[in-house]
């Protein structure tokens, strides 16, 4: 079975313009989390997305946005870019949501450099 | 709000070296802990958690983790290194209760040498 996918791989950017980033979940998996890991720190939860609704968020600005499609895969988008939003973007999806925790497998990430 | 606390950046030890990563946590709840690892090139990958029970947990690859609870501890270990150790390891922490938010510590770089 194939894992969690994330597109692109790789993407450079300008400081101000937008980029979407996208993650498509393991097969049969619903909720899709989104962590940025900028160099030599641990992931930073950003959110999380159920039956695409939105079921947790982590300390960023509104300039970070995501959505889920009913195909449970998820774009999150950033706007208005800025030299710190450099990172890896890491997806990880999980099977249900049940209101205890579940295992989630990560994805190889979109590595993002603004300049 | 969660914090998780790694005290090694950077380990260096020689094949059949004995290992132990510290990871602190600071919340007062019940929590789930995690060991993840991450091998150069190769995306983060699960090597124990531990929800209930049994404080000792055992993993992947022949590492163990000790939940110590009046220390808010979740050190990890492995009796005998080997080469294909080196990799990154992160310690992580869920708030038990509900939803999926990882808090992750900054990560310890091993590097395990012939």
């Known amino acids: 079975d194939a894992g969690v996918t994330q597109s692109p791989t790789h993407l450079i950017k300008t400081r101000g313009q937008h980029v979407t980033l996208r993650c498509s979940p393991i097969?049969?998996?619903?909720?899709v989390s989104w962590y940025q890991q900028v160099l030599g720190q641990g992931p930073q939860f950003i959110f999380q997305?159920?039956?695409?609704?939105?079921?947790g968020r982590g300390n960023f600005p509104d300039r970070f946005s995501a959505r889920q499609f009913p195909n449970y895969s998820s774009e999150l988008n950033v706007n208005a870019l800025l030299l710190g939003d450099s990172a890896l973007y890491l997806c990880?999806?999980?099977?249900?949501?049940?209101?205890?925790?579940?295992?989630?497998?990560f994805g190889p990430g979109t590595r993002l450099t603004v300049l | 709000a969660q914090s998780v606390s790694q005290h090694n950046h950077h380990v260096i030890l020689s094949e059949a070296a004995s290992l132990e990563l510290g990871c602190n946590y600071s919340?007062?709840?019940?929590?789930?802990l995690f060991w993840y690892v991450q091998y150069p090139g190769q995306h983060l990958q699960l090597l124990l958690k531990?929800?209930?029970?049994?404080?000792l947990v055992k993993g992947i690859k022949g590492f163990e983790a000790e939940f110590i609870k009046s220390k808010f501890s979740f050190n990890l270990r492995k009796p005998s290194v080997q080469w294909s150790d080196t990799a990154e390891y992160f310690c992580?922490?869920?708030?038990?209760?509900?939803?999926?938010?990882?808090?992750f510590g900054t990560g310890t770089q091993l590097k395990v040498e012939l």
């Open positions: 997305y159920y039956e695409k609704e939105e079921r």
């Open positions: 531990y929800f209930s029970g049994d404080p």
């Open positions: 919340y007062g709840g019940t929590v789930n």
């Open positions: 097969s049969g998996h619903k909720s």
């Open positions: 990880a999806s999980s099977p249900l949501d049940r209101g205890l925790y579940n295992e989630q497998f």
């Open positions: 992580a922490v869920n708030a038990g209760g509900g939803g999926n938010k990882l808090t």
